[in-house]
């Protein structure tokens, strides 16, 4: 799987561990999951790529069954994801004195201190190369998994230990320089919401007294996008991106990937976005209702799917940037779980709920002003996220150049 530009010697993973195993679901499933207890279990939710997340970790009572017995984790374990969407995962379980268990999602691998540092196994598997070893392997039908024997046969490129804890602490440094700049991106993302709260208050308690008794649908014109697969009856079309659903994130864009859809002229002026557009999903998971975005234009000429409402204001008593944290506030997601259509886990509004969400109206100035300091900490933002562009940029070439024996 390696390919080293030196001598390194190369071995399969199976010989350098003395148990590769995981665990199975307690008897009794979730419901015999505690809130505290003597004994953590580790789950897949657990599993970060570069970190083991405890915050929400679920315990289990001192009394193990033999299956469980055998997956007891031990300090310098490596825990590898080994099913479902979170498959090729993994992370070090550096917890000394904590009694813990995996359950049957997470295979603990267990190198052998003698002649593989479990920081250097954990680095390596978190590499690109080898996570593109994974995705290889996987099988299965609903469900993505990897075998024992899968994990086992992995080559791994095998300097001495000395130079493997080198390398490890190399990319450890590196490492925490990545999660510091996450952390602060985090801070400004609070700080946000702490503006907005400091500003207007609680938007569902409405201690400030705000106006209420304005609908959206009184302030806005509020339309649904593009059908996909509807009959185009020989009309002349041409070829347009459009947003879908997956685009539309909480305050934010993601435009990794744009389709196109072909369309006609009058469509794509029906449907054409401007500047401050207000972009709502219809529906997903109910926690997520009311998730959208303002527009700014990020695409030259873009339309949208049927599945995401687009929100224009035609009321100057509005600023775009508070339309969309009202919306997204806990007082929209009340009031969005309490309208919605629910099926098999999944909520979705139509247009005329939307169009009756109901607003507070602060005076616009205090809104102007929210936008201004919003501004100001996204210019902060947006600069940390080049530094951890570049960050991650150097993070990748270490990892490249330690594991062909270059660092």
Known sequence: MMSPTSDLVVEKLGNL?????????????????????????IRSQNVRMDKLDLSDVAYITNEVDSTMARSQVKSGD???NITGASIGRVASFE??????NVNQHVCIIRPKAERLFHGYLRHLIGTDVFQAEIDRLQHGGTRQALTFSQIADFNIPLPSTIEQRRISEVLDRAEELRAKRRAAIAQLDALTQAIFLDLFGDPVANPKEWPVGTLLGDVADIVSGITKGRKENGQQVRSIPYLAVANVQDKALDLSTIKTIDATEEEIRRYHLRMNDLLLTEGGDPDKLGRGTLWKGEVLECIHQNHIFRVRLTSKLLDPLFLNWLVGSERGKRYFLKSAKQTTGIASINMTQLRSYPLLMPPLELQREFARRIAAVEKLKSAHR???????????????????GEL
Do not use: C, W
């Open 17 to 41: 561990t003395s148990l590769i195993s995981s665990g199975s679901t307690p008897k009794g499933g979730s419901e015999t999951y505690l809130k505290e207890g003597p004994v953590m279990l």
């Open 78 to 80: 490596v825990l590898l």
């Open 95 to 100: 917890v000394a004195g904590t009694r813990a």
């Open 386 to 404: 080049a530094s951890l562009s570049n960050i991650d940029a150097l993070f990748a070439s270490l990892q490249h150049r330690a594991f062909r």
